[in-house]
T-cell receptor
Framework: NAGVTQTPKFQVLKTGQSMTLQCAQDMNHEYMSWYRQDPGMGLRLIHYSVGAGITDQGEVPNGYNVSRSTTEDFPLRLLSAAPSQTSVYFC?????????????FGPGTRLTVL | GIQVEQSPPDLILQEGANSTLRCNFSDSVNNLQWFHQNPWGQLINLFYIPSGTKQNGRLSATTVATERYSLLYISSSQTTDSGVYFCAVNRKGAQKLVFGQGTRLTINP
């Protein structure tokens, strides 16, 4: 199993540009989520999904959109990038809603917005 | 929302030393996990431990849910143990992991 994969690994955007961060998992997990990690801080939840077709907001959802059309994929869209969105983004998956089992994390995407 | 506090924020030790990292949380939880973020940024799950004690090699963890804290023990530290250790919890009834700020551990040879 590849586990949780994320693409790209690095990305530089200009303010106002849009892009999609890709996340895929091959473990048939129902629960997937996106976090951002800023320097010296822990991870903060952006959006999560408990299954295909179901998404919900986390702690810091503004400026981000998600959709879940399949069990395997959970893309994160930045509609109009801002310098405040410069961060490292992690995707994670688990069997349940993170309340009863282990979360598995992807390798991260380092995003810089100029 | 639930608050998660980790201590100490930084810890510098010599190789071979033992260490204890602490995680306090402000509400009842049904999930607590410890992660290690290595110097390359990868997050590795160490323990899923909402209560009780678990051991894995030189690492062990104990969660006392009734007193709202968890401890991570690292014995005979190695340089490869360096990195940031995060505690993350899920409040009962929620579906969101909340992370602490982490403890940065540096093991010097």
């Amino acid at each position: 199993n590849a586990g949780v994969t994320q693409t790209p690994k690095f990305q530089v955007l200009k303010t106002g540009q849009s892009m999609t961060l890709q996340c895929a998992q091959d473990m048939n997990h129902e629960y997937m989520s996106w976090y951002r990690q800023d320097p010296g801080m822990g991870l903060r939840l952006i959006h999560y999904s408990v299954g295909a077709g179901i998404t919900d907001q986390g702690e810091v959802p503004n400026g981000y959109n998600v959709s879940r059309s399949t069990t395997e994929d959970f893309p994160l869209r930045l509609l109009s990038a801002a310098p405040s969105q410069t961060s490292v983004y992690f995707c994670a998956s688990s069997w349940t809603g993170g309340y009863a089992d282990t979360q598995y994390f992807g390798p991260g995407t380092r995003l810089t917005v100029l | 929302g639930i608050q998660v506090e980790q201590s100490p924020p930084d810890l510098i030790l010599q190789e071979g030393a033992n260490s204890t990292l602490r995680c306090n949380f402000s509400d009842s939880v049904n999930n607590l996990q410890w992660f290690h973020q290595n110097p390359w940024g990868q997050l590795i799950n160490l323990f899923y431990i909402p209560s009780g004690t678990k051991q894995n090699g030189r690492l062990s963890a104990t969660t006392v849910a009734t007193e709202r804290y968890s401890l991570l023990y690292i014995s005979s530290s190695q340089t490869t143990d360096s990195g940031v250790y995060f505690c993350a919890v899920n409040r009962k009834g929620a579906q969101k992991l909340v992370f602490g700020q982490g403890t940065r551990l540096t093991i010097n040879p």
